[in-house]
């Protein structure tokens, strides 16, 4: 994971500490997750979202929200 220059920089005690409370914070194995939904996913799963108006709308600025219901998130931005 690329880190920006700050992070690249602090001591790895304080790795250590973020870790630690991320653990502490969740049990959930983020990572373990993250290969589950990038398994799941099929190209072009994000064709519809990506070619909507809504979406369009929200890139080029002309629309400030850009709502998103339903199930499935998850997946298409991985």
Do not use: H, Y
Not at 23 to 51: C, D, P, V
């Amino acid at each position: 994971m690329p880190r920006s220059g700050i992070e690249w920089n602090l001591p790895s005690s304080l790795d250590d500490e973020r870790q630690a409370i991320a653990s502490w914070l969740s049990s959930l194995n983020f990572q373990a997750s993250q290969n589950e939904f990038i398994q799941k996913r099929r190209k072009g799963t994000e064709e519809w979202f990506l070619e909507s108006q809504e979406f369009k709308d929200w890139r080029n600025g002309t629309s400030e929200m850009l709502w998103c219901p339903g199930d499935g998130k998850t997946i298409v931005v991985t």
